[in-house]
């Protein structure tokens, strides 16, 4: 088999995957969510996903999913360009398209690591295009954010 061909078969079976509807939370209640890591001590991770990002998918159904599975990592998802409602940090309810804004992120996926009154405790984990390392820059954003609750 010719190495286009066996591309283009890799690429077709990986095209459904793209599309799939998302393995994490979408966020609702951000003042619950940050009570319930707190009750934990465990910072809230907040992905911001785009509808249809295939770097979305990976680390959301690769990295985050198993550890919110596995390990109850507090993990919830706001999507870009979304109209979902969600109670802010401050009590008020916005749209996921509007939070993302306000934070300023431009770039999905980007995770947030937030402590207990939606402060950030760790530098953003932005893209997905880095796999060999994801994983590494995803536990070192996770122990930045614990020391700092400690």
Not at 31 to 51: G, I, K, N, Q
Request: proline fraction near 6%; include cysteine; hydrophobic fraction near 45%.
């Amino acid at each position: 088999m010719s190495a286009t061909r066996r591309a283009l078969l890799l690429a077709a079976a990986a095209w459904p995957l793209v599309g799939r509807a998302a393995t994490l939370p979408h966020a609702q209640d951000l003042p619950r969510a940050l009570a319930a890591a707190r009750a934990r001590h465990e910072p809230l991770v907040l992905m911001v996903s785009l509808d249809g990002c295939a770097y979305c998918h990976i680390v959301r159904d690769q990295y985050l999913a198993p550890l919110h599975r596995q390990q109850g990592l507090p993990v919830v998802q706001v999507d870009m360009r979304s109209r979902r409602q969600l109670k802010d940090v401050d009590g008020r309810t916005i749209v996921h398209d509007d939070f993302v804004r306000a934070r300023r992120v431009t770039v999905a996926p980007t995770l947030l690591f937030l402590g207990p009154k939606g402060e950030e405790l760790a530098e953003r984990l932005v893209g997905g295009s880095i796999p060999d390392f994801y994983g590494a820059y995803l536990d070192q954003r996770l122990e930045q954010a614990r020391a700092r609750l400690r």
